[in-house]
């Protein structure tokens, strides 16, 4: 019974109040708690060891090196591109996921879902102008990118694999986009990709009004390279199901998994290029 | 922007800490962007025209815009080539230039005076063929994808003479079998030539980047001239086919 923890003393706890101890206190009980120091592991005191740490021991930050050159934060020379392409990829990941709580990839429904997202749904206008804006904004930083890459020769050893995976990206952020605009089912999304879907058909030996097609068995304008890639011989609904489900799932699980590798590998050819 | 001579400044240590110099730019920069696009989907709304209607196709249909500079090579090559060879190509030579360019110089630097060649050819198909026939398909090309300057009305019935031939047949060349042939000559004759000549003046650098190399290297780059060439016979001389054949025409 003599474990009972003392009553504090009014007296005492008011003079703690007003010289400022108590936050003191409180603040040294709450980091010294189990559930703090689980939760972080290392101080904020702007010593080269936390700089580390701060680092090394995040799992969203530990992509970058601890250390860097000095020339890699020269915006000049990096254009910021790269960065901003990936910040634009997960700003239409954050507004599409909420598009698609209240969007249906089918012909009946599609349009109509649009039309209430502009109109009846909270912010709906506003999330999709995001979405929509920022698939623009990623295939134009993408190219710039690019273009930066290869003046600063930074395709060149160690770095040409890197280079390679990189190709991939701009390709399916160009696929991304083009498999998005079918999705709103207006005129615009319905010929758009009438127009670009159309060039398949001309694939040699796989489309059917593509050369050498004769030569191929059963090609025709029911089973060619067109047809698989919108479910049928004219973009109609199982086209606007396929492209939504290339959309929201297979193109950014593997373009995600190419930006993993591709940010990994900058790490291991020894950081982004620079004068040697 | 020349080559930075090496340790130009020898006080400043060479290596800083990503916490907080980088990550506190990348977080100015991504505050920036976000700012921004908020700004702009607040300013702007994204299009929504009528719904989806199959029997209702609108004049001109455009791909969607990054698409259009292919689009607008389709006046001047069959689908086939404009829509699904050229792209390719495309993808595939862009993979294949840093075993392409065995150029040491210019590795992490802004050059032109090391290596004036790859900037020429990059530029050229980056800012002309892809962006500038971007740029002609979004903003001239009207009804019927014929070209319209900004300031002329979009008349969807605008009659524009199709008054074009194929190379042979311009030359002179009258019954079929002697156009093929004569088509294929000048094809196949513009890639060997143009490979011998590429080959006979860079004879000195067959050593160090070898056969493989050069071959691929001459013929894309000849790819990427027959376009252009392509491109002035048809306009200046209203030539469609180069070569026809029972197969593919080009």
């Known amino acids: ?44 005191a702007d010593t080269p060891r936390n700089r580390v740490l701060q680092i090394a021991s995040n799992v969203w930050l530990h992509l970058h090196p601890v250390k860097i050159h000095r020339h890699a934060l020269r915006v000049k020379f990096t254009w910021c591109m790269g960065g901003i392409t990936f910040l634009l990829f ?42 929509r804006w920022a698939a623009h904004s990623m295939v134009i930083t993408v190219w710039l990118h690019m273009f930066r890459v290869f003046l600063t020769g930074s395709y060149k050893p160690p770095r040409e694999f890197n280079w390679v995976i990189g190709v ?15 999705l709103p089912w207006d005129q615009l999304a319905m010929w758009a990709v009438t127009v670009g879907t159309n060039m398949a058909r001309a694939t040699p030996f796989l489309g059917s009004e593509g050369p ?17 890639l919108l479910g049928g011989s004219l973009v109609g609904p199982p086209a606007l199901l396929r492209f939504y489900v290339l ?30 | 922007m020349a080559a930075p001579p090496k340790k130009a400044t020898e006080a400043v240590p060479e290596k800083v800490h990503v916490w907080p110099y980088l990550v506190r730019l990348e977080f100015l920069c991504a ?43 389709l006046v001047y090559f069959d689908p086939w080539f404009a829509g699904v060879v050229a792209p390719v190509l495309i993808i595939v030579g862009l993979m294949l230039i840093p075993y392409l360019d ?32 971007i740029i002609m398909g979004v903003f001239l090309r009207g009804p019927g994808w014929n070209l319209f300057m900004p300031w002329q009305y979009w008349d969807a019935h605008k009659v524009v003479a199709l008054t074009n031939v194929d190379l ?12 093929t042939i004569v088509g294929g000559i000048i094809i196949i004759g513009y890639f060997v030539v143009g490979t011998g000549i590429y080959m006979f003046m860079e004879r000195k650098a067959m050593q160090s980047v070898g056969f493989l190399r050069m071959i691929i290297k001459i013929v894309l780059v000849l790819i990427m001239i027959g376009i252009v060439i392509k491109i002035v016979l048809r306009l200046g001389f209203n030539i469609k086919y180069v070569w026809v054949t029972p197969w593919f025409n080009i």
Request: a positive charge; hydrophobic letters at 45%.
């Open chain 1, 1 to 44: 019974m003599g474990n009972k923890p003392p009553i504090p003393d009014m007296k005492e706890l008011m003079e703690s109040i007003k010289s400022g101890k108590i936050v003191d206190e409180v603040s040294k009980k709450v980091t010294e708690s189990q559930v703090w120091t689980s939760s972080f592991r290392h101080g904020y």
């Open chain 1, 90 to 131: 997960l700003s239409t990941v954050v507004t599409g996921v909420i598009l698609m709580f209240y969007y249906r990839p089918v012909g009946e429904y599609a349009y109509f879902d649009m039309k209430y997202l502009q109109y009846d749904v909270p912010f709906g206008m506003v999330v999709r102008n995001m979405h």
């Open chain 1, 168 to 182: 991939f990206l701009v390709t399916f952020t160009l696929l991304l986009s083009f498999t998005g605009y079918l």
């Open chain 1, 212 to 228: 050498f097609q004769e030569y191929v068995f059963g090609v025709s304008p029911r089973y060619d390279a067109r047809s698989v």
């Open chain 1, 247 to 276: 959309h929201c799932i297979f193109i950014p699980l593997v373009a995600g998994a190419l930006m993993i590798v591709h940010f990994w590998r900058i790490r291991k050819d020894g950081g982004i290029s620079g004068p040697l």
């Open chain 2, 31 to 73: 505050i920036i962007v976000t700012v921004f696009l908020t700004v702009w989907s607040i300013v702007i709304d994204a299009p929504l025209e009528e719904a989806a209607n199959p029997t209702k196709t609108p004049n001109p249909s455009k791909a969607p815009w990054y698409f259009l500079g292919l689009q607008d090579i």
């Open chain 2, 102 to 133: 065995v150029n040491p110089k210019g590795n992490g630097y802004y050059t032109y005076t090391e290596r004036k060649a790859a900037i020429w050819v990059y530029c050229f198909g980056f800012l002309v063929l892809w962006i500038a026939l």
């Open chain 2, 168 to 179: 042979p047949y311009a030359l002179g060349f009258r019954s079929y079998n002697s156009q």
